[in-house]
């Protein structure tokens, strides 16, 4: 099974910013890789995903302009970027390889307002 080790978050002020990494037990460039949050009594949602070589990223809606998920292939971790932070940003935030099962533990991110 994958492994997944998120880090990076935390409590930031709104419009503040914070980075959030994944080092992944897989090739992250030969797989799709996508971050997902999940916010207190809602459901998981996907918010950026970038496929494997040449690296197409694509956002929901909410985070699209604010958030950059990016790779560095040589340390096979994937990173968000997240700028101008809203409190409905706030959520446990996880990184994925679509099609591969296996999630890590999540990493917290509060935004006060």
């Known amino acids: 099974q994958v492994q997944l080790v998120e880090s990076g978050g935390g409590l930031v002020q709104a419009g503040g910013s914070l980075r959030l990494s994944c080092a992944a037990s897989l090739s992250i460039r030969n797989n799709i890789m996508a971050w997902y949050r999940q916010a207190p009594g809602k459901q998981r949602e996907r918010v950026a995903t970038?496929?494997?070589?040449?690296?197409?990223?694509n956002y929901a809606d909410s985070v699209n302009g604010r958030f950059t998920i990016s790779r560095d292939s040589a340390k096979n971790t994937l990173y968000l970027q997240m700028n101008s932070l809203k409190p409905e940003d706030t959520a446990v935030y996880y990184c994925?390889?679509?099609?591969?099962?296996?999630w890590g533990q999540g990493t917290q991110v509060t935004v006060s307002s």
């Open positions: 970038i496929t494997g070589s040449p690296g197409v990223t």
């Open positions: 994925k390889a679509l099609g591969v099962d296996g």
